[in-house]
């Protein structure tokens, strides 16, 4: 799992959030809506919900996926993995203690052990990534 989370208010540019995900070399940003996380924006949501339809003047709120989907740190990587499937995402947020402590992607997971895959695809309209079965 990445432990380097980077947040940015819901109410930011989507512009902003494709240039701090440049800086910080992250797929994804926390979403702050206040003082609370309250969403994810992925570079693919910048991207389908924002740049292919030409609404580059959308807020990071706009565009945003929403509830965040959470596991507990001391969740296996089979009940991550089942999780991903059985809500169509891609990222979970790591919890501990009510807490976020990191965000745990599909390809972590692959990475280490890639027979989890099918735990992913079995409810996912997810792509097999390159050399994978489906």
Do not use: H
Request: charged share 30%; with cysteine.
């Amino acid at each position: 799992m990445k432990t380097s989370l980077v947040t940015i208010a819901g109410e930011a540019p989507v512009f902003e959030a494709a240039v701090l995900m440049r800086d910080k070399k992250v797929g994804s940003l926390l979403v702050k809506n206040g003082n609370k996380i309250d969403a994810i924006a992925s570079e693919r949501d910048l991207v389908v919900k924002a740049l292919a339809v030409k609404k580059c003047d959308l807020r990071v709120k706009d565009v945003s996926s929403k509830p965040l989907i959470s596991v507990s740190s001391e969740a296996d990587l089979s009940e991550a993995a089942k999780r991903m499937g059985d809500n169509d995402v891609k990222r979970l947020v790591v919890t501990e203690g009510g807490k976020i402590v990191g965000i745990l992607s599909q390809k972590d997971i692959i990475r280490i052990s890639p027979s989890l895959y099918d735990l992913i695809a079995e409810r996912s309209s997810v792509e097999a990534p390159a050399g994978l079965p489906r």
